[in-house]
């Protein structure tokens, strides 16, 4: 896409340089070099290249700064179109953890691989298969090992999901071969890694006469039900986030010791989706969580602060302490996340820095919730 | 042998190894390919998968026995990123005998011509039956 063309599609030509963008900006909040207004700015101006400037990279992709724009400039579209730009230009990227996801991301979107993703299954799990909904897992497998020094463990949450959906009785198929969503490379403007992505899905669902996807993951979510159906020829798939399940809002978790438990909205689904009450329902009612809102929360919500895999420095761990520190200050006996990823890069910085907040426990929400109902049963 | 294999190597001991060798006269296929680092404890699991995505059939990580390591650095950090590595590729349906981890003592250089062929031997069975079976782990 030329810059005409991205400049027409997320509106950019309605920019007034107002700033607000800037203002409510996280990255700018800690970095002032780093301005959405003038990357806009430079995107409108004759001298063209802003596909070049090295901080479009920074951006965290957390949409505070669309949100507050009167003029709805769809500001992460053009982060995205921008570094397509960059990089069909050349541009050398930095990415984190030497590279790994990506790596993977990438021999995933191989056609002829056969992947051996669900030894973490429990047996307790049914599965109806073969059947025409699945339950989208996500990467938390790879996660699992990826990140394994951080001793997290994200298949949790993707258990305790499925254990939801069990208990609901919403029956569910799994995809031996699921292929990453793709979400990563299409935010790093890797746009052939992730349509190898896509394609290889919609081929694995095509197969398995798949037509409906429940999925937990705010990431997956986002980037099957709004990218796919844009980007991913042949994309005919029903997409709902569990918390669009009602009847697991039916079910009635134990009476469990009373927790106080400080809820981190992820973007997708808060400021993306707007969706920021059924994650709140599960902690409260089934959970059975006394919830303790942080200073920033729902559309104010603050970042994980972490992009796609790549660039993480020191702003981004500015903003992930800050966010720690919202959490610490409501005296929270969790920090609960419904995002795998934020649940990584929020321990992370939690077992990184000066060691202030290392004590936070950051908990999954379908995985509090499912052993409160299994407290219940037991 | 036309396996293309990535040897990442330490430039003490491993790389000594593949000097002696050089040195000796033995030779070792033009398919291996030798990236020398200051020691093994800089490679990550990224690294690994990285010349693997780029084409690689191998990958070797050569380096000095434990209580040799120059920078008091090798033992745990390769181990971790080493079986990282080799998780992930069993989680994408590959061989995790792609990647080998092989410690020499200085100027093996037989040693590491041995380790080289083993390793591309085992490799040619490993696609063999991949190619019979189609199953690759
Ligand atoms: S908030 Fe909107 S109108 Fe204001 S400077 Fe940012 S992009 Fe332009
Ligand atoms: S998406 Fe978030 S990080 Fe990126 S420019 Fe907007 S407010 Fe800043």
């Not at chain 1, 806009?40 to 700064?65: F, H, P, T």
């Not at chain 1, 049914?126 to 790879?142: E, L, M, N």
């Not at chain 1, 992730?194 to 919609?202: H, K, P, S, T």
């Not at chain 2, 000095?64 to 033992?75: A, I, L, M, T, V």
């Amino acid at each position: 896409m030329n810059m005409q063309e991205i400049i027409r599609q997320t509106r950019a030509h309605f920019c007034l340089d107002c700033g607000k963008c800037t203002a409510v900006c996280p990255v700018n909040r800690f970095d002032p070099g780093f301005s959405p207004r003038l990357i806009v700015q430079k995107a409108l101006s004759n001298e063209g290249g802003a596909y070049d400037d090295a901080r479009i990279w920074s951006c965290v992709g957390c949409n505070m700064c669309t949100v507050r724009c009167n003029y709805n400039v769809s500001y992460v579209e053009m982060i995205r179109h921008l570094r397509m730009l960059s990089r069909e230009n050349g541009t050398e990227l930095v990415y984190s953890h030497g590279g790994v996801t990506e790596s993977v991301m990438h021999m995933m979107g191989k056609d002829d691989i056969k992947q051996d993703r669900s030894g973490w299954l429990p047996a307790d799990i049914q599965v109806k298969s073969p059947g025409d909904t699945a339950f989208f897992v996500g990467c938390a497998p790879y996660f699992d090992t990826i990140f394994k020094d951080l001793n997290v463990k994200l298949t949790d949450g993707t258990i305790g999901a499925m254990r939801l959906l069990n208990m609901a009785g919403i029956p569910f198929d799994l995809l031996d071969n699921e292929r990453c969503c793709g979400h990563d490379l299409l935010l790093a403007g890797d746009s052939n890694g992730f349509v190898a992505l896509g394609r290889n899905n919609v081929e694995e669902l095509g197969a398995r006469g798949i037509r409906k996807i429940i999925t937990s993951c705010p990431e997956c979510y986002y980037t099957l039900k709004v990218d796919y159906p844009r980007y991913v020829d042949g994309w005919n798939v029903e997409v709902i986030h569990i918390t669009e399940v009602p009847e697991i809002f039916k079910l009635k978790g134990a009476a469990m010791k009373k927790i106080r438990a400080a809820f981190h909205d992820s973007c997708k689904l808060g400021r993306h989706f707007k969706m920021y009450d059924g994650t709140r329902n599960l902690l409260t009612s089934l959970a059975g969580a006394e919830l303790c809102e942080m200073e920033n929360n729902r559309e104010n919500s603050l970042c994980c602060g972490a992009s796609p895999w790549m660039f993480c420095g020191s702003v981004n761990k500015q903003i992930q302490d800050e966010r720690l520190r919202q959490a610490d200050a409501t005296g929270a006996d969790y920090m609960v996340t419904s995002c795998p990823k934020c649940q990584i890069h929020l321990t992370c910085a939690g077992m990184s820095g000066d060691g202030k907040y290392a004590g936070i426990k950051i908990v999954d929400l379908y995985h509090l919730a499912a052993q409160s109902l299994a407290q219940k049963d037991g | 042998m036309s396996n293309k294999i990535v040897v990442f190597s330490c430039s003490w001991d491993g790389w000594s190894c593949i000097d002696a060798a050089a040195n000796a006269g033995m030779p070792y296929p033009a398919s291996v390919t030798v990236i020398k680092l200051p020691c093994l404890s800089g490679i990550d699991a990224g690294l690994i998968l990285r010349a693997l995505e780029y084409g690689a059939d191998g990958v070797l990580l050569l380096g000095c026995q434990p209580h040799e390591c120059r920078h008091g650095r090798y033992g745990k950090n390769i181990e971790i990123e080493f079986d990282k590595a080799r998780q992930l590729l069993s989680l994408l349906g590959e061989s995790s005998d792609r990647v080998r981890l092989a410690r020499l003592d200085a100027f093996d250089g037989g040693g590491f011509i041995e380790t080289v062929k083993s390793f591309s031997a085992a490799l040619e069975d490993k696609a063999r039956v991949t190619a019979s079976t189609g199953n690759k782990s």
